[in-house]
Structures are given as structure tokens and as C-alpha cells.
């Protein structure tokens, strides 16, 4: 089930009665009731899929208990390896078996074996694979690493796993933050659920409006790339920027309000990441719930930065190259990943990967430096040139993006392939930006005006531009469902 569809305009007041009223003295029914909704939510693309989360749930609940009591370290370990080969397996089975028969095809087409005629398995990826597993695999490593304890309430664990709101794109949540969440009574909280309803409001409109308005742009001048001059190339990936960012930082705020609206506050996944000065904090900024999981279930384990610098930037390296295979089976990704390894050493070396974590830019006052405004137009350069190998479908068209680029560096206008005026387009990124430059002290507020005439003023525009940009014809899914 899609947020931005009229089953969920059905389903989450339904859910949100029910769960409020019915169930609200009752904290199991509440997570038996988060339990069938999540199922049902999840089970609307292919029911099928819910074997697979009812049996990791089994699976990292059951380990999670054993490395718990076994004080032998040895038999510890063997049940987290238990938990890893297991989720890793599923993983690795249901995301990559493709990509390696692919690419194992490709090698022994290179010595003349053509095996393209041999049968081979079409795996399908089940939606939201990626994060689900690594939610569960994280509470089994925080288990051995005597930073949690184990749940013995197996429909609290299980409603942790298949949580709706965040299930199929994140955040990727830690145990020790949803788990002792659901675990514990909520009470319903007007302001925390106004808040919830705002958020949402904000996450569709970015989705909407944002994302969904840009996705025919952005196809057209990828999928017929070499049929335009540079400056439409550009355009192309710089608007993809800001769809991409749109799509799933909406969705993230969608999550957020939504569980809000059910008591429970998840992590914020995005703070402006658009207004970065270096690489570093680019990464601090975006998709926080799966760089914090690599930093501490990766990065640290194989010794962070405590190893010298030569192991350290193998660390990063490792990092990098890892989280882009997680974002998919293709070595466009892990060749993305790499590019941000590239970007992010010298920041590193220079000692500089840290020193924006807590500040933003122009955090005490109205405009941001001469000097800040060149580092953040450095960064979204080095981020959006390397989505060019993100949204490629593969590295050879990805080469050809970028060579169409240098040798035909020329301008012609672009058209718009409905033939809407590609001004408004402009415009309304320029605004986007704005507003955000102005609420970017708080990304689980963006409307936070003290006159309440203004707020009303905001939120009249927001819905009169989702009404006015909605396509109907529009790939209405979120970009990080494939992932």
C-alpha cells in the first residue's frame, strides 16, 4: 500500500480510530492491532512477502534470547552469526541472485560462452527487504554487544519489525529506540498528533508536488539522453537532485507524522542535506538511520578511526562501497558509493569530517557567508554529478551521460515533454529552497511560525499546489521502494 493513495486515506483512520478508541486501554491489543495493520499494509503488494517477516521476526527473536543467556562468548557469537547468515541470506537471495547471475553471465561472455540461453532464476525483490532486516539484525548486535536486553514479549518484537509506518523505507530503526516504544503504554497526545498531521502534510507535499512533478523530467532526459545538449544534461541530474531528495525525505516525513499520530516518535532521517558544506555532513544529513547503522555495526567494529589513517581510509572506503551495493543489485551503485568515498578522504584527511555535526549553515544569522555559500554549491555539485551513475541503469550509460556533456557542452532551451512551461518548475524549486534555508534549524517542524494566520496562509498553498501538480499519470511510487 502507497502513502499517496486512496487506499491509505482509508486505511490510517480507520487504524487511528480503532487504535485510539477501541484498543487504547489495552497495550497488547494495541500492538496485536499494529501487528494486523502492518500486515495488511505490507501484504497489499504481494501477501506472500509476509512469510518472509514473520519468519525473521521468529528467527532474530529466538537468537536474540539465546546470545542473551549463553555467558560463553563463543556461543554468543554463533548465535549473532546465526542472526547475520540468516538475514543476510534472505538479503542476499531474494536482492542480489540476479546480479550475480547476470554478471556471472557477462564474465563467460567475454571467452565466448554464451549462457544467455541457459535457465536461470528471476528472483523477485520483495519491497522493503533492505531495511526490515537490517532493524532486525540490528537488535540481535545490540543484544551481543550489552547494549540491550531481550524482549520476551514476542507481539511487542513483532509489531517492532512490521511497524507500517516506517516497514518499507525507513528510518531504520534501533530497538533500543521503537522497540522500548512499542513495549511501554501510549497516551494520546493532541499536540503530538497535530504535530503528526503537519509533518505529513509537509512529506506529501514534497512528494507531490516536488517529486512527482520533476519524475517526468528527469525520465525523459535520462532515457533519452543522447538526443540533448549539455545544458539539458545538466538539468537533468541537478532536477533529479531534488526529486530524489523530495521522494524519500517525503516519505520519511509521512512516516514520522504517522507515527506520531500512534504515539511513537521515530528518528529523524533527513536535516536538510541540500544546505551541506563538505561531503561529510552531507552524510550526517542524509539517510541518517542507515549511515549511523554502518557506522556502528561496520565502520567501528573494523576499527573506525582508531587504526591510522591508511586503515582508516580503508574503513571509509569499505563504508561507501558497501552502503551503495545495499542501495541496489547494480555496479552503478557500487561505483556511486565509491565516488563518495573519493569525496569524503580528503575531507577526512584534512580533519574536517566532523566539524559541522552540530551547526547549520548560517546558524547565527539571517544569510549564509560568502564562504558558506561556495561550500554548499560544491557539495550539491559533487553529490548530484555523482547521481548521474544513481540514476543511470547502467555504468555505460552513465560514461555516456557524462562524455554527452563534455563534448556537446552547449545550451538549447528545454521542453518540457507535456509541453508545461518549464519556468514554473524553476520557480517552484527556488521557493522549495527557500522555505526550507528558513526552517532548516528543525526538520520535524516546518511550520513553525508564531502567527497562525501565516501557518493558515502556508497550508492553503501547500494543498492548493498538491491539487494543481498532481498527475494522475505519474509513476506514483516512491523511488526508494526498489531498494
Not at 213 to 235: K, M
Not at 380 to 398: E, G, K, N, W, Y
Amino acid at each position: 500500500m502507497l502513502f499517496n493513495s486512496i487506499e491509505f486515506l482509508f486505511f490510517l483512520p480507520l487504524v487511528f480510530i480503532l487504535y485510539w478508541t477501541v484498543f487504547k486501554k489495552n497495550l497488547k491489543a494495541q500492538n496485536i492491532l499494529i501487528i494486523v495493520a502492518s500486515y495488511i499494509f505490507y501484504g497489499w503488494w504481494d501477501w506472500r512477502f509476509l512469510l518472509l517477516i514473520m519468519l525473521s521476526t521468529l528467527v532474530d527473536f529466538y537468537v536474540g534470547q539465546e546470545i542473551f543467556k549463553n555467558l560463553d562468548q563463543k556461543k554468543a557469537r554463533y548465535w549473532l552469526w546465526v542472526s547475520m547468515a540468516f538475514n543476510l541470506g534472505l538479503l542476499g537471495f531474494f536482492k542480489y541472485f540476479n546480479f550475480f547471475v547476470d554478471s556471472f553471465i557477462d564474465m563467460w561472455s567475454i571467452f565466448g560462452y554464451d549462457m544467455k540461453s541457459t535457465w536461470t532464476l528471476r528472483v523477485i525483490l520483495p519491497v522493503g527487504i533492505s531495511f526490515y532486516t537490517f532493524q532486525t539484525m540490528s537488535y540481535s548486535f545490540d543484544i551481543y554487544y550489552k547494549k540491550l536486553k531481550p524482549t520476551n514479549d514476542l507481539v511487542a518484537f513483532t509489531a517492532f519489525v512490521a511497524f507500517f509506518p516506517q516497514l518499507v523505507a525507513g528510518p531504520i530503526e534501533r530497538a533500543s529506540n521503537l522497540l522500548h516504544q512499542i513495549s511501554n503504554k501510549r497516551i494520546f497526545n493532541f499536540d503530538q498528533a497535530s504535530s503528526g498531521i503537519k509533518l505529513m502534510l509537509w512529506g506529501f507535499f514534497k512528494k507531490l508536488v516536488i517529486a512527482d512533478a520533476l519524475a517526468p523530467i528527469v525520465d525523459d532526459i535520462f532515457q533519452n539522453y543522447a538526443d540533448y545538449p549539455a545544458s539539458t544534461l545538466i538539468l537533468g541530474v541537478c532536477l533529479f537532485s531534488f526529486q530524489v531528495y523530495g521522494d524519500f525525505s517525503g516519505y520519511t516525513d509521512i512516516a514520522l507524522g504517522t507515527a506520531k499520530l500512534l504515539g511513537v516518535e521515530l528518528m529523524s532521517n533527513f536535516k536538510f542535506p541540500n544546505f551541506s558544506r563538505n561531503v561529510a555532513e552531507y552524510w550526517q544529513r542524509w539517510h541518517i538511520s542507515l549511515s549511523t547503522w554502518f557506522r556502528h555495526y561496520l565502520y567501528i567494529p573494523l576499527g573506525g578511526n582508531r587504526v591510522g589513517k591508511l586503515l582508516s581510509i580503508r574503513n571509509i572506503t569499505i563504508i561507501f562501497v558497501v552502503s551503495g551495493f545495499w542501495h541496489g543489485a547494480n555496479w552503478t551503485f557500487i561505483f556511486w558509493g565509491a565516488l563518495h568515498a573519493l569525496f569524503y578522504i580528503p575531507v577526512f584527511l584534512m580533519g574536517r569530517n566532523r566539524i559541522y555535526a552540530d551547526n547549520v549553515i548560517a546558524e547565527n544569522s539571517w544569510l549564509p557567508s560568502l564562504k558558506e555559500i561556495g561550500q554548499v554549491l560544491l557539495t550539491f555539485a559533487l553529490v548530484t554529478f555523482s547521481r548521474i551513475f544513481f540514476r543511470s541503469p547502467t555504468l555505460t550509460d552513465s560514461f555516456a551521460y557524462i562524455n554527452k556533456i563534455i563534448e556537446d557542452f552547449s545550451y538549447a532551451p528545454y521542453v518540457h515533454p507535456m509541453g508545461y512551461r518549464m519556468i514554473d518548475f524553476y520557480v517552484l524549486i527556488a521557493l522549495f529552497t527557500f522555505y526550507e534555508y528558513l526552517i532548516r534549524k528543525d526538520e520535524r517542524n516546518p511550520f513553525k511560525f508564531e502567527s497562525r494566520y501565516v501557518r493558515f496562509f502556508v497550508y492553503s498553498v501547500l494543498i492548493l499546489l498538491m491539487l494543481l501538480f498532481y498527475d494522475d499519470g505519474v509513476n506514483r511510487s516512491f523511488i526508494y521502494f526498489q531498494f
